[in-house]
């Protein structure tokens, strides 16, 4: 049993809020994840679909969240709304093998929904609550398997025009209404996502006080997930990152199966999970915990160019603008390294800066590490949403000097991110990243002891 540090009379506003979104004579399904196989019959540790998690704190695989809103003007005996949950039934001896199940009975109580089934009863019951809706809201496409058994619903209903039943005749896609609403997060959603970056932050700082010539990628891995789950985080939110040395420059990098040596950066992308929360921080250091010169100018460049674009983050600007300010400090930056020549002017209004800053500046973050919510990306892909309280968004630009680029030896090989994650309040911001140190001195403070 997960516990959840929402408390569930937030997963009902929610569901409320979401209901009201939706058109009257309507029927929503929400789906839970499914388990997937790591290799024959042992799974993956389990993650919940998001949008599911977030309507309904509930943690089981295979389950499915109905929400109904009825006709006011065809029924005067029914409720205008109704919170339906599918969900595994009770089985001692699937129990005694696989684990716990909260089962119908109790997860009608514990998670607040008006009628709880066990899953064995969704082919009958389904389509009774899709019947005589005008409209059906699900993510299409989403899960193959649950496309199929919506279908074989809505042809039980097609079907049985003789009996009275009717299928509904539009098909609305459900995430953007609950990406918008999932977009603007809750006092107790940036409470616990405060808590996540604390502890992320906290084990990159572990890592830097542990990494060392000799050790191999994954050894540092395990102490920042060690101390994930010390502190209440059992796992990352994503696939940690830990590249040394040219491996810093490999986006993806996760294999981290190589061994670090003294003279290069390490550079380490990861973050806890938290109550279904991410946390996203990115640190470059020393191996031997002294940057040199050339390895400091770098950093030195992509720190201030992540301090000048979070200095923008406020309600109503955007990421266009924290680009342009950072792409305006990288290329200056570059520029003054030696690693961009030509026009100073022209290099900027050709954002130059992008021959080695090759990713996005930040994205959402929240329930998914990337998270949901529309970027309104005009046709020059200029994001454009304007900045709200309650959003969230990481900042990481970075620099990747490929080892065969034609630039001077001491650039070659180079990798150097720094990500944070910024919460807009009503006044401006909040860095969430707090643990996790940051400047030359900080780090090399830490590598030290
Ligand atoms: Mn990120």
């Given at each position: 049993m997960i516990h959840t540090r929402i408390d569930m009379h937030e997963f009902v506003a929610r569901r409320a809020a979401l209901l009201a979104t939706m058109p009257d004579n309507s029927v929503a399904l929400i789906p839970a994840a499914k388990e997937v196989t790591r290799s024959r019959d042992t799974e993956y540790l389990f993650c919940q679909d998001k949008d599911f998690y977030y309507l309904s704190g509930f943690h089981e695989p295979d389950a499915l969240l109905v929400l109904v809103k009825n006709d006011p003007a065809l029924s005067m005996t029914e409720a205008a709304t109704e919170t339906v949950l599918f969900c595994r039934d009770k089985d001692p001896e699937q129990e005694v093998w696989h684990g716990r199940r909260?089962?119908?009975e109790q997860a009608e109580i514990q998670f607040k929904v008006d009628l709880a089934y066990t899953l064995d009863e969704l082919e009958q019951i389904l389509p009774m609550y899709i019947n005589g809706k005008q409209t059906l809201l699900f993510a299409q496409g989403a899960q193959a398997e649950f496309d199929n058994l919506v279908f074989a619903c809505l042809e039980v209903l097609r079907g049985g025009a003789k009996q009275g039943l009717s299928a509904p005749n539009t098909i609305v896609d459900i995430r953007d209404s609950i990406h918008e609403m999932r977009l603007i997060k809750s006092d107790a959603e940036i409470a616990v996502m405060r808590e996540a970056n604390v502890i992320s932050g906290n084990a990159h700082k572990r890592a830097m006080a542990f990494?060392?010539?000799?050790?191999?990628?994954?050894?540092?891995?395990?102490?920042i997930l060690?101390?994930?789950?010390?502190?209440?985080?059992?796992?990352?939110?994503?696939?940690?990152?830990?590249?040394?040395?040219?491996?810093?420059?490999?986006?993806?990098y996760t294999d981290n199966d190589e061994v670090l040596v003294d003279g290069d950066l390490l550079l380490i992308d990861a973050g806890a999970?938290?109550?279904?929360?991410?946390a996203d921080i990115t640190r470059t250091f020393p191996v031997d915990g002294k940057f040199n010169e050339a390895q400091a100018a770098l950093y030195n460049l992509v720190l201030e160019s992540q301090i000048a674009a979070i200095e923008t983050i406020k309600p109503g600007s955007n990421f266009a603008i924290a680009n342009k300010v950072a792409n305006e400090v990288l290329t200056k930056g570059l520029y003054e390294l030696g690693l961009l020549t030509g026009e100073l002017d022209t290099l900027i209004s050709d954002k130059a800066c992008k021959k080695y800053f090759i990713h996005g500046l930040g994205h959402w973050?929240?329930?998914?590490?990337?998270?949901?919510?529309?970027?309104?990306?005009?046709?020059?892909?200029?994001?454009?949403r304007?900045?709200?309280?309650?959003?969230?968004?990481t900042?990481?630009?970075?620099?990747?000097?490929?080892?065969?680029a034609d630039v001077d030896e001491k650039w070659q090989g180079l990798g150097v991110r720094i990500e944070d994650n910024i919460l807009v309040t009503e006044t401006g911001y909040e860095n969430l990243?707090?643990?996790?140190?940051?400047?030359?001195?900080d780090i090399e403070a830490v590598m030290a002891k």
């Open positions: 909260v089962g119908a990494a060392a010539q000799g050790q191999f990628e994954y050894q540092v891995e395990a102490e060690h101390e994930f789950a010390a502190n209440g985080a059992r796992a990352a939110a994503y696939g940690s990152i830990v590249g040394g040395g040219e491996n810093a420059t490999i986006l993806h999970e938290l109550s279904g929360y991410a973050l929240g329930l998914d590490v990337h998270d949901v919510g529309d970027y309104q990306m005009d046709e020059n892909k200029n994001q454009l304007s900045f709200k309280a309650g959003m969230v968004m900042i990481e630009p970075g620099l990747y000097i490929d080892a065969e990243t707090t643990t996790a140190p940051k400047t030359i001195a």
